[in-house]
């Protein structure tokens, strides 16, 4: 899946004093991400959907070099020209890039060549933000903010592609120190599934106050809802395994036509990273390594094809993403963000009134926008400050590699 380069914010950009902190400790987090892992390990891509950890630290960079001190730096030297291919994601507007398969064959640059090239356009941005001229200031103030954005969702995906690197090791290996880790079940979280009314009406939905956002997130719109309910908290691994011994993953009525041709292909029996099964015990492959299973744990790993057969298998559905964005903030409602990102019945499609924004950002959003379901909330392992009410996520529909679950929703009875 692709970081979403995010593409717009209402009201000015902040501050050159602000983004200048902003700058030290967003670029400090990720080289914090990657520390507890081996120049081998960040070279490892373990699949087309996944890229090295060294990939990400240096397209982190290049974002910054290639949007904002190439076009308004000048006099900017770039610290290789050769890297404009290499670390190149798929803007066209940009020039030639490697293939995404096949950046673990990228062994060199080095992995100190890479961390030096973070440096060099590190020194570049804190000169530029701190002494750039006014107008090429005002032009790249909000790339800059941008580029932080970009550069946070870069380092969910480090860790979401590590895992499943590392699930791929027979020796299990945990990620090491310093990794963001699940919050544990609260007493709360524990209790059995209840239901939380949220009245329907007219709702605005969308960003469309100031602060950052990401192009689509709006434009705010409004939507008619139906009065619904929505599960207090997300579905639990004990859950699931009473769908699993159910039969859930062997029942053909319970699935979309493309996710159980998806169950067949690929072997689906339980959600991605459990191993075992009912007769030696199920375990769990996470961030600490090969755990016994716990059902009160939030659920992970799945597909929205997972979730949507979950649900039909429960009498319930999936919340479309309005729904999702109606109730957040009704009391008794727990999980919402922090936790697991959460598959919705909407797929990712603009908003009315959206508009691709002009030049390379354009790219980003606006070309995805079909074949991908929209998540909503947020995972563990998103970066402090980056959730919002208004927060689109989108995978395809078979992704399982990310931090995605599920919270059900149903009809007023």
């Known amino acids: 899946m692709p970081a979403r380069l995010p593409t717009t914010r209402t009201g000015a950009a902040l501050p050159r004093e602000a983004l200048a902190d902003r700058l030290q400790n967003v670029r400090a987090w990720t080289l914090g991400l990657t520390a507890p892992l081996s120049a081998e390990d960040q070279c490892v891509q373990s699949m087309p959907d996944a890229s090295p950890a060294k990939w990400h630290l240096a397209h982190t960079s290049w974002f910054f070099e290639a949007m904002v001190l190439v076009p ?11 890297f404009f291919h290499l670390f190149n994601s798929y803007y066209e507007a940009l020039g030639t890039r490697h293939p995404r398969p096949q950046r673990g064959l ?4 080095d992995l100190a060549t890479v961390h030096a090239y973070r440096a060099h356009v590190d020194r570049a941005l ?3 933000i701190a002494a750039g ?5 005002e032009a790249a103030a909000g790339l800059v903010e941008l580029g932080l954005h970009h550069e946070q969702q870069h380092q969910e995906l480090i860790v979401t592609d590590m895992l499943h690197a590392l699930s791929c090791n027979p020796l299990f290996p945990a990620y090491g120190a310093g990794v963001p880790l699940p919050p544990a079940p609260s007493s709360s979280s524990r209790s059995p599934l209840h239901w939380l009314r949220v009245d329907g009406g007219v709702r605005s939905i969308g960003h469309g106050g100031a602060g950052f956002a990401f192009d689509n997130e ?3 719109h409004e939507v008619l809802l139906r009065p619904f309910e929505l599960a207090h908290r997300l579905v639990t691994c004990g859950e699931w395994l009473a769908f699993i011994e159910d039969g859930g993953y062997a029942r053909p009525t319970l699935w979309l036509s493309d996710g159980w041709a998806q169950v067949q292909a690929q072997g689906w029996r339980a959600p991605a990273y459990w191993t075992g099964g009912p007769g030696d015990g199920w375990q769990v492959f996470g961030l600490k390594g090969l755990r016994p299973l716990d059902l009160a744990a939030p659920v992970m790993h799945l597909s929205f094809f997972e979730a949507a057969a979950f649900a039909e298998w429960s009498g319930a559905r999936l919340p479309t993403e309005f729904e999702w964005e109606a109730a957040h903030g009704t009391p008794g409602l727990e999980q919402m963000t922090g936790t697991a990102w959460q598959w919705t019945r909407s797929s990712y499609d603009p908003y009315p009134g959206f508009r691709t924004p002009e030049g390379a950002v354009g790219e980003y959003n606006g070309k995805f926008m079909i074949g991908q379901v929209v998540l909503r909330g947020s995972s563990f392992a ?3 400050g980056h959730a919002r009410p208004t927060y689109r996520n989108f995978f395809p529909p078979a992704a ?8 059900l929703a149903r009809e007023v009875s």
């Open 218 to 220: 709006g434009p705010r």
């Open 382 to 384: 998103t970066p402090s």
């Open 72 to 82: 308004h730096l000048p006099g900017y030297q770039p610290c290789d020209p050769r």
């Open 133 to 137: 001229d006014a107008a090429a200031w």
């Open 400 to 407: 399982r590699w990310q931090f995605t679950g599920l919270r």
């Open 126 to 128: 804190e000169g530029f």
């Open 106 to 109: 990228i062994t060199r640059p």
